[in-house]
């Protein structure tokens, strides 16, 4: 790593990309394959080193095969005719709280649509009290969002003095008695 960076060699040929890096520029690799291909890169930063080798394969999976693991969130637009991507669009991950870094994207129409981030999730409405043992088997792990909804439904149930016998039955099966 710190010795200079080594050029890739890298090929072209009936609609088949191959990588052969060794101590390589990443962001020289994504030039060479856009000076081959036509393909344009858009969103191109900071660069990483690269070893190993990619392909032979389509230019598409050889590309999200190169660009997996890096600093890069990765959209392929369209085709070309020797089977490149027509655009890659690069935009920096963010990798917070341990998650996995994101796959590729692939976006195979002439007119895709850019990823948007997934609007917040409404808050869920109330469900109606049920046994705990009806909602999980025994010795399962709950969910973050499984436990939210359960905490959501004993401060909503706290205040409230169920009206129907079968709930008050319910209710005092899931909570011990209190001692005095």
Known sequence: ?????QPAKVTLSAAQLSIHADNSSLSAILHDISNISGMKIDGL?????VFGTFGP???RDVIADLLNGTSYNV???????NGAPRELILTPASHGGGAAPAPATQANNEEAEQEAPEPPQPEPTPQPEQPV??????????TPQQLFEQLQRMRQNQGQQPSDPQQQQQQQTQTPPQQQ
């Open 1 to 5: 790593m710190q010795q200079p960076a």
């Open 45 to 49: 930063g900071g660069d990483e080193r």
């Open 57 to 59: 394969g389509a230019p």
């Open 75 to 81: 959209v392929l637009l369209g085709d070309l005719s």
């Open 133 to 142: 043992n009806s909602q999980q088997p025994p010795g399962s792990v709950r």
